[in-house]
């Protein structure tokens, strides 16, 4: 007897990561009813230590909550100048065809979603705000705030907190023990607010998400006529099954989302649904970003929580270089596996004896940057423009501070451009140089929305998570303002459901 049948809804969702979780949120506040399907399942423990685990320990299966179960919750807003087009060393930054103010409210609500701790001192860039941080700043720690005082009175630089999604509240009961291991591994304590905890486990509580996990999408469904998506067509436990609903929303990442996009592909839509533009795989942008360590001998003996602080003194230009330049950023204590024999000591050495930093500065988009698509995946054919001269001044000012504050320095000259990538379906006026609109919705395909880091226009410099989320919000809100379901039509949706799948941890 066949488990699975179609089922009807106001929307479905395709991913479980921050767009799509916080979109199906989104639309669940307002009383729309969506189904949201993943190929991943939760992941579970499997016992009751609470030692965070590294993502090589899952191997490459994906989890309900995407990336951000592994992600090192850093969730900064925009700055006001990244929405504008920005000259480059090596091009020009795209504008967006919104602004920082459209955005502005959904970042407000996004954070309060996140519980982003924050603070706008000693950061001239940090973006105008509606409200106050919904929480206080993460403290630095032992000799993250040693080496913070020494760069503020030593090399006479501004240093600020780098916003963070975590439960922490010592006084109430937060489940955060700022513990050493964040970057790249799962949280068993749910500490680290990732958007399975945020967004979709909220939104499942509302009664108006059902979340079916181990279910690939086949394809996006449209009308004959090409004009309008009516669903999606999922495989879960081996069986075929039509998801129906006028608004279809993907949010499988920057390369997931354009390869569904192809494989939806009909005879109105040859080259994939939403690329009559042809830019679909296209206009890749990413972050260019390599490490910087400040030597301090056993510094790691004793563990602790190195990722809070930041230095946003050379965003928008250096002293000695025109252009956007980039932040300083630190990084989480993130073990040496997977590397082989031959570098593995080294590592484990330079590791337990420094402070961890990464500098990162933007890799811009072009119209030959992004991927092959085939129905199979996607293969990158061109990686984002570097802007290499940029890259190496930060570097170059990254260690200057360090040592006028004390430390030495070692900045291994390696960098890649792949980092929080975006574009690859991204959002335009120009229905001939985009794939979505303002709204984010396909300029081909009405009913049809991108909700994730793939319609991003760039990525600033600073981490595209919140950013990401806060336009979940907005598109949600933009699409409950047009597409209020009638009571009638409710009941018959909630009769079509299947009961939610568990999302809770097992330990």
Not at 107 to 128: F, I, Q
Request: glycine share 10%; aromatic share 8%.
């Amino acid at each position: 007897m066949a488990q699975n049948k179609d089922l009807s809804c106001d929307a479905v969702v395709v991913g479980t990561g921050l767009g799509g979780s916080t979109f199906a949120y989104g639309l669940s506040r307002r009383g729309l009813s969506v189904v949201v399907i993943d190929e991943g399942e939760p992941i579970r423990h499997g016992s009751s230590d609470l030692t965070p685990v590294h993502v090589d320990t899952f191997g490459e299966k994906p989890a309900i909550g995407g990336l951000t179960k592994y992600y090192g919750a850093s969730m900064y807003r925009l700055r006001e100048s990244d929405f504008q087009q920005v000259e480059m060393e090596a091009g020009v930054s795209p504008g967006w065809p919104i602004s920082y103010a459209d955005l502005e409210p959904y970042y407000a609500e996004a954070e309060r979603l996140y519980k982003v701790h924050g603070s706008s001192e000693n950061d001239a860039t940090e973006p105008t705000r509606s409200g106050p941080w919904p929480h206080e700043p993460i403290p630095h720690q032992g000799p993250v705030r040693e080496l913070v005082d020494r760069l503020t009175t030593r090399a006479k630089v501004q240093v600020s907190h780098i916003p963070r999604a975590l439960d922490y509240d010592p006084l109430r009961g937060g489940r955060c023990v700022l513990c050493q291991h964040c970057d790249a591994y799962f949280c068993p304590r749910d500490a680290k607010i990732d958007a399975e905890l945020a967004a979709l486990r909220p939104a499942v509580r509302s009664g108006f998400v059902k979340v079916l996990d181990g279910t690939s999408c086949q394809r996006v469904l449209t009308t004959p006529d090409g004009k309008r998506a009516i669903g999606v067509r999922v495989k879960r436990a081996g069986e075929e099954f039509t998801i129906h609903a006028p608004i279809v929303a993907v949010g499988g990442g920057v390369m997931g989302t354009p390869v569904l996009l192809w494989r939806s592909r009909t005879d109105r839509h040859p080259k994939g649904l939403a690329n009559s533009s042809g830019t679909l795989g296209r206009n890749f942008a990413a972050h260019t970003q390599g490490w910087v360590f400040a030597l301090k001998p056993a510094v790691q003996k004793t563990p602790f929580h190195q990722k809070t602080f930041a230095i946003h003194a050379f965003y928008e230009s250096a002293p000695d270089w025109p252009y956007p330049t980039g932040v300083i950023q630190a990084a989480g204590y993130i073990q040496p596996l997977g590397m082989s024999r031959r570098y593995r000591y080294f590592a484990r050495a330079l590791l337990y004896n420094s402070l961890h930093m990464f500098v990162m500065t933007e890799g811009i988009a072009s119209k030959m940057t992004g991927f092959h698509l085939s129905d199979s995946g996607a293969t990158l054919f061109n990686a984002p423009v570097q802007n290499v001269k940029t890259f190496r001044k930060l570097r170059r000012h990254a260690k200057a501070l360090l040592r006028s504050a004390g430390y030495p320095v070692f900045a291994p000259p390696v960098f890649d451009t792949r980092w929080h990538g975006v574009g690859t379906a991204r959002m335009g006026v120009d229905p001939a140089t985009s794939v979505v609109d303002a709204s984010c919705r396909s300029h081909d395909v009405e009913g049809l929305y991108v909700v994730d880091a793939s319609a991003l226009t760039s990525p600033g410099a600073v981490n595209t998570g919140l950013t990401i989320a806060a336009n979940a919000l907005r598109v949600a809100a933009h699409i409950a303002d047009r597409s209020q379901p009638s009571a009638a039509r409710r009941e018959e949706i909630g009769r079509s459901f299947v009961a939610p799948v568990a999302i809770t941890v097992r330990r």
